[in-house]
């Protein structure tokens, strides 16, 4: 099977995107409109988004899409002139989605689409997923005693109250190099802090209390892994730092986002650990080579440990561009390694079965 009629194959498999943000309804600028297609919250880095190669090649499929005049200006003024919430589902809908993971702890609440409403505009099913972080900082107000405990009752009752997964993004406040928890050097960081988690020991005995709280029926934890914003350093977002946890909580799947550069350092994890699986949400859309980052994923991963999502946010043309580029780059390397037959079985299982396995989705 060649790769276009491989990919054809592909777009009639409804994807679960199990890693995703909602979407802001604003009017931006035009250079905000660039910043949305990067990792850059500086407003310098944002002209120059529009001399990026994947940038450019996303202005010409949206007007393709959209059907006005090619270049980001017409985009651009299409986006203005709509109305938000029938140009958001419209791209959603062309997505190829049949069911969504909502990441409950961006955007903040009041800031963009809730994943309820995310749901009603791709029309497809919906679950939140538990952002430990988000959690925790709801409940620094109290004593410390009061806020391991709230920490550890989010979390174990997390599947009761529909819960798909969890969620850490410890390696943006102060890494993946999570070390043994200290008490006594959490509850003093406890008492200086403010409302932001952010002291190293605090975080880690969060973490920890809520990887014991979920083992005794545990959900997935999704951990952001590489790149991001600025706001991390990103050798300390290489998801080899996560030996120790997933060796100690070996029931708990580890899934694990985004990867990029360190695609191969997940590929590795998956490959020798049963409980780790990985992504390239985020990774696709942004870099403008998305086949070479599934060729490096299945290096030596199994393919039964890839999981497709966006991790779209903010902006609803992410949904669509990863969409497609995810399902361009697997039918390009699967199509080239496989049998036709074997091929779209695989690239079925990456979408959505793999996803199934992983996740309570019923």
């Given at each position: 099977?060649?790769?276009?009629?491989?990919?054809?194959?592909?777009?009639?498999?409804?994807?679960?995107?199990?890693?995703?943000?909602?979407?802001?309804?604003?009017?931006?600028?035009?250079?905000?409109?660039?910043?949305?297609?990067?990792?850059?919250?500086?407003?310098?880095?944002?002209?120059?988004?529009?001399?990026?190669?994947?940038?450019?090649?996303?202005?010409?499929?949206?007007?393709?899409?959209?059907?006005?005049?090619?270049?980001?200006?017409?985009?651009?003024?299409?986006?203005?002139?709509?109305?938000?919430?029938?140009?958001?589902?419209?791209?959603?809908?062309?997505?190829?989605?049949?069911?969504?993971?909502?990441?409950?702890?961006?955007?903040?609440?009041?800031?963009?689409?809730?994943?309820?409403?995310?749901?009603?505009?791709?029309?497809?099913?919906?679950?939140?997923?538990?952002?430990?972080?988000?959690?925790?900082?709801?409940?620094?107000?109290?004593?410390?005693?009061?806020?391991?405990?709230?920490?550890?009752?989010?979390?174990?009752?997390?599947?009761?109250?529909?819960?798909?997964?969890l969620k850490t993004i410890a390696a943006y406040r102060t890494g993946l190099d999570v070390g043994a928890a200290d008490v006594d050097a959490a509850r003093a960081a406890f008492r200086?802090?403010?409302?932001?988690?952010?002291?190293?020991?605090?975080?880690?005995?969060?973490?920890?209390?809520?990887?014991?709280?979920?083992?005794?029926?545990?959900?997935?934890?999704?951990?952001?892994?590489?790149?991001?914003?600025?706001?991390?350093?990103?050798?300390?977002?290489?998801?080899?730092?996560?030996?120790?946890?997933?060796?100690?909580?070996?029931?708990?799947?580890?899934?694990?986002?985004?990867c990029y550069p360190f695609v191969r350092e997940a590929g590795w994890l998956a490959h020798v650990y049963g409980n780790v699986f990985f992504d390239l949400s985020l990774t696709i859309?942004?870099?403008?080579?998305?086949?070479?980052?599934?060729?490096?994923?299945?290096?030596?991963?199994?393919?039964?440990?890839?999981?497709?999502?966006?991790?779209?946010?903010?902006?609803?043309?992410?949904y669509l561009l990863a969409a497609r580029w995810w399902r361009t780059a697997l039918a390009e390397v699967l199509g080239a390694e496989f049998p036709a037959a074997d091929a779209e079985?695989?690239?079925?299982?990456?979408?959505?079965?793999?996803?199934?396995?992983?996740?309570?989705?019923?």
């Amino acid at each position: 099977m060649n790769a276009g009629t491989l990919a054809d194959a592909l777009w009639g498999i409804p994807a679960v995107d199990h890693h995703a943000h909602g979407v802001v309804a604003f009017e931006p600028t035009l250079d905000e409109f660039r910043g949305m297609f990067s990792e850059s919250p500086d407003p310098a880095q944002w002209p120059h988004i529009a001399t990026g190669l994947t940038y450019r090649r996303a202005m010409a499929e949206l007007a393709q899409f959209l059907g006005c005049e090619p270049g980001e200006e017409a985009v651009y003024a299409h986006r203005l002139a709509a109305d938000f919430d029938e140009y958001s589902a419209g791209l959603l809908r062309a997505s190829g989605t049949g069911l969504l993971l909502i990441d409950d702890g961006y955007p903040a609440v009041g800031e963009g689409y809730d994943w309820r409403r995310m749901g009603e505009l791709a029309d497809c099913p919906v679950r939140p997923v538990m952002r430990i972080e988000r959690v925790a900082e709801e409940a620094l107000g109290g004593g410390f005693d009061e806020f391991r405990e709230r920490v550890r009752a989010e979390v174990s009752s997390a599947r009761a109250r529909g819960f798909a997964g969890l969620k850490t993004i410890a390696a943006y406040r102060t890494g993946l190099d999570v070390g043994a928890a200290d008490v006594d050097a959490a509850r003093a960081a406890f008492r200086a802090g403010g409302p932001r988690l952010s002291a190293k020991p605090l975080l880690e005995l969060a973490l920890w209390d809520a990887l014991e709280a979920n083992a005794a029926d545990p959900l997935p934890l999704q951990v952001h892994c590489g790149f991001g914003d600025s706001d991390l350093l990103l050798p300390r977002a290489d998801p080899t730092w996560l030996k120790p946890a997933i060796e100690r909580y070996r029931s708990t799947p580890f899934v694990l986002l985004h990867c990029y550069p360190f695609v191969r350092e997940a590929g590795w994890l998956a490959h020798v650990y049963g409980n780790v699986f990985f992504d390239l949400s985020l990774t696709i859309p942004h870099v403008s080579r998305p086949a070479e980052m599934v060729r490096q994923a299945l290096e030596l991963a199994p393919a039964s440990k890839l999981l497709y999502a966006s991790d779209a946010a903010r902006t609803p043309e992410l949904y669509l561009l990863a969409a497609r580029w995810w399902r361009t780059a697997l039918a390009e390397v699967l199509g080239a390694e496989f049998p036709a037959a074997d091929a779209e079985r695989v690239g079925s299982m990456i979408l959505r079965e793999n996803a199934h396995a992983v996740y309570p989705l019923g």
